[in-house]
């Protein structure tokens, strides 16, 4: 049973866009189809300075400095709908 090289790359637009369709070839950029939301930029920096970083594209990358110290409700109830608002808007 041989397995098929090219699989992998036959469904990798699922989980990534491609950001320059014109050019074909081994120079593509593929960014993940993500988006970030949190209610703590310092959590979401580290995920942007991290060396895998720069594969989000910034305005995927939702959040506010509010913070709901690890408390459903006040996230619920205060910061949560407004980053709803951004993410969905």
Not at 33 to 38: A, C, E, F, K
Not at 59 to 73: M, W
Request: charged content about 25%; proline content about 7%; some cysteine.
């Amino acid at each position: 049973n041989e397995v098929d090289k090219d699989a992998p790359m036959e469904h990798l637009d699922v989980f990534f866009n491609e950001t320059d369709l014109q050019r074909r070839g081994p120079t593509n950029r593929w960014v993940p189809r993500t988006i970030l939301v949190d209610t703590n930029m310092h959590d979401l920096a580290m995920i942007v300075n991290d060396p895998l970083g720069n594969l989000y594209k910034p305005e995927s990358i939702i959040g506010n400095d509010e913070g709901a110290a690890n408390c459903y409700a006040q996230a619920f109830h205060s910061t949560g709908p407004d980053l709803a608002d951004n993410t969905l808007g």
